[in-house]
């Protein structure tokens, strides 16, 4: 192929294609370094289109470089962003993604761009011709910067700092409000440009986060605008960190707000957008990190597309946003600000079994407000931090986060240790031991009523009812299942009492071998 040179904003470039990786200001031209020689217009295509339209390609293949051109400056700006953390792979080996310091790609007179052309249209198309866009890729007049999502299959927890890091690959997300509505977990998310949620949208919806479950369901809102009022785990305005955490919510960790910045002075790539950071840094332990995998535009064929964004599945399959058990994230949690008279290795073993098998528990000798908790790995301590951090337990708010530790150690023969900690790698209580087990479908956050299970049929609502109380907790309501008196809900005074609750009851010996089975509820009585 000629190595014709793309045309830049002087119309000189003397170091034109020597591969140099001097930085350069952003520019909708992107020189992609490593190429693979035996790769195809679509698979290098194939890596602009979750980020937007496409608009050139020249391939150098003798020296396994590229230049793709995007349709907008905001598109590339996206990409180079996204691909900085996540090295793309294209026929499994990685490629490099810069900005080019060329502004725009003419390659009319060069040999095969027929071809490329055709590329450019068939992936396109398919990416974008489903789409509320026009023919150019364009929006549609009076398209909102809100979406509204919806997330199906919610068979591990998706959180707001989850889904904040998705949908800042493309663009810079300014509120996001999450709550749940008919049994399903939603949220409003809204981007500083109605162009980044247009790509969000066609990327994202029926997309999996996890394999095989938590899908996206990604529309746009009627809303234009979002009015936070709080800043907590259920809602976020990135562009005001002064606002107050609301009644009951744990105030927002230091560490998170030293990740935000000052309110205003955080610079932006974005056109439209200053002040305003694209990609506001969460702690890692906060969530799992995200890589766009296995992303195949339907109608595209496996032969043309192997490696486009990683490793694939079938044809046509959806996307996995693939983030269980990240390898920075360690198996081990430190829980702070614990009460320290009332707390035991018992009680946390049970309490955290909730969400993942528990192996070890320490709570810190010199320290007994902290303690570290060891889970079976990584994805069920995300899980558990997810769902228990910002709890309240015995009168405290709870933080729980990742712990640099990789192992919780146990104590040396003769070390003092009062018994502080305890190695449950063997006990019989852990819930997740069986692989597929339906305890992996029932992980629900904390809440005021309890599921009860494994209830012998001599034991009426009464005594169950008694036993709650006569513990300490406030009843407000009991039901048994009408299909199985083996299950029961009951509902406490506060999310607080059910945690200790559960805590003290879960396995307790109700008579004729059974042993009662505490978890918490979704429904509600």
Do not use: W
Not at 169 to 197: C, E, S
């Amino acid at each position: 192929m000629s190595t014709s040179t793309p045309s830049t904003a002087n119309g000189n470039d003397s170091r034109q294609f020597k591969g140099d990786r001097s930085p350069c200001g952003p520019s909708r031209v992107l020189h992609v370094r490593k190429v693979p020689i035996e790769v195809s217009e679509a698979e290098l295509i194939s890596l602009g289109v979750p980020f937007g339209r496409v608009t050139n390609l020249l391939m150098l293949k003798g020296k396994n470089q590229a230049f793709i051109e995007m349709a907008s400056e905001e598109a590339a700006i996206t990409m180079v962003n996204y691909y900085t953390t996540a090295t793309p792979h294209v026929r499994n080996q990685p490629v490099y993604i810069q900005y080019s310091n060329h502004r725009e790609l003419k390659t009319d007179n060069l040999p095969n761009q027929g071809r490329v052309q055709a590329a450019l249209q068939a992936v396109n198309a398919v990416a974008l011709g489903g789409s509320a866009s026009g023919g150019d890729g364009t929006l549609m007049p009076g398209q909102s910067p809100v979406l509204r999502i919806i997330v199906e299959n919610l068979f591990y927890p998706v959180s707001l700092e989850v889904l904040h890091q998705i949908f800042s690959k493309f663009g810079t997300v300014l509120k996001i409000i999450t709550f749940t509505k008919n049994n399903q977990f939603q949220a409003l998310l809204q981007y500083a440009d109605p162009m980044n949620a247009h790509h969000a949208k066609v990327t994202l919806d029926g997309q999996n986060i996890y394999n095989a479950c938590c899908t996206l369901r990604v529309e746009f809102s009627k809303l234009t605008s979002l009015n936070v009022k709080y800043n907590n785990d259920k809602s976020r305005d990135f562009t005001r960190l002064d606002l107050p955490s609301g009644d009951g919510q744990p105030t927002m960790d230091p560490a998170l707000t030293a990740a935000f910045g000052a309110p205003g002075i955080i610079s932006s790539p974005y056109a439209g957008a200053a002040g305003f950071g694209p990609a506001i840094g969460f702690p890692q332990a906060v969530g799992p990190p995200f890589d766009l995998l296995s992303y195949v535009p339907p109608g595209l064929s496996m032969h043309t597309m192997t490696g486009a964004l990683g490793p694939l599945a079938m044809p046509g399959s959806r996307m996995t946003l693939h983030g269980m058990a990240p390898i920075a994230v360690h198996a081990v949690l430190l829980v702070s600000n614990l009460n320290p008279d009332s707390i035991s290795p018992h009680g946390l073993f049970i309490l955290f079994g909730v969400y993942g098998d528990v192996h070890r528990v320490k709570i810190l000798f010199n320290k007994k407000e902290n303690a570290l908790i060891q889970m079976a790995d990584a994805t069920q301590a995300q899980l558990a931090m997810s769902h228990l951090n910002g709890q309240r337990l015995h009168g405290k708010v709870i933080r729980v986060t990742v712990s640099k530790h990789q192992t919780v150690q146990l104590p040396r023969e003769g070390q003092e240790d009062q018994g502080l900690t305890k190695d449950f790698s063997g006990s019989p209580l852990h819930r997740f031991k069986k692989p597929g087990s339906k305890n992996f479908q029932n992980i629900f956050p904390p809440s005021a009523t309890l599921h009860l299970s494994n209830i012998p049929p001599s034991i009426t609502d009464d005594i169950l009812k008694e036993l709650f109380a006569g513990t300490g907790y406030t009843v407000k309501a009991f039901k048994f299942f009408q299909k199985d008196r083996k299950m029961a809900l009951i509902q406490l005074g506060s999310v607080e009492e059910a945690i200790q609750a559960l805590i003290d009851l879960h396995n307790h010996d109700l008579g004729e071998n059974h042993h009662l089975r505490v978890s918490f509820s979704k429904s509600t009585i």
